[in-house]
């Protein structure tokens, strides 16, 4: 009952960037944990490698991410560039605005609490 209504309305803030939720997905990933494999994104984001071969595609494209030099060379590291540091941090401040408004009347107390329920919901799912 969350999910759709927030991954609509989080998209229409994202379309003012001209980028959709899975996209931000990488963004935010590799803001906050430098160059990533593929494999690595599939994981995180519970999707397929293709999936994610796709979206950073798109990303490269757009010049947001780029190739980092890796020891092996099948392996295929991303990381984002200076342009896509700069969307990065203009997009966090519509997110952080976004984030601000749906969590209106819910103490930080009441946030950490159900962030913890579901982490605990998803660690049972994956099981």
């Known amino acids: 009952m969350l999910y759709r209504p927030f991954e609509n309305r989080l998209n229409v803030h994202l379309a003012e960037h001209q980028l959709y939720r899975a996209q931000w997905t990488i963004l935010y990933y590799l803001a906050h944990n430098g160059s990533v494999t593929l494999v690595e994104l599939s994981h995180y984001m519970g999707v397929e490698k293709p999936t994610v071969t796709r979206t950073m595609s798109r990303l490269e494209e757009l010049g947001y991410v780029e190739h980092v030099p890796g020891k092996d060379k099948r392996e295929k590291r991303m990381q984002l560039s200076e342009a896509g540091k700069q969307v990065y941090k203009d997009v966090r401040v519509t997110i952080d605005d976004y984030e601000q408004a749906i969590l209106e009347g819910i103490t930080e107390?009441?946030?950490?609490?159900?962030?913890?329920i579901m982490e605990e919901i998803r660690k049972n799912i994956t099981k």
């Open 109 to 116: 107390q009441e946030q950490m609490e159900t962030i913890r």
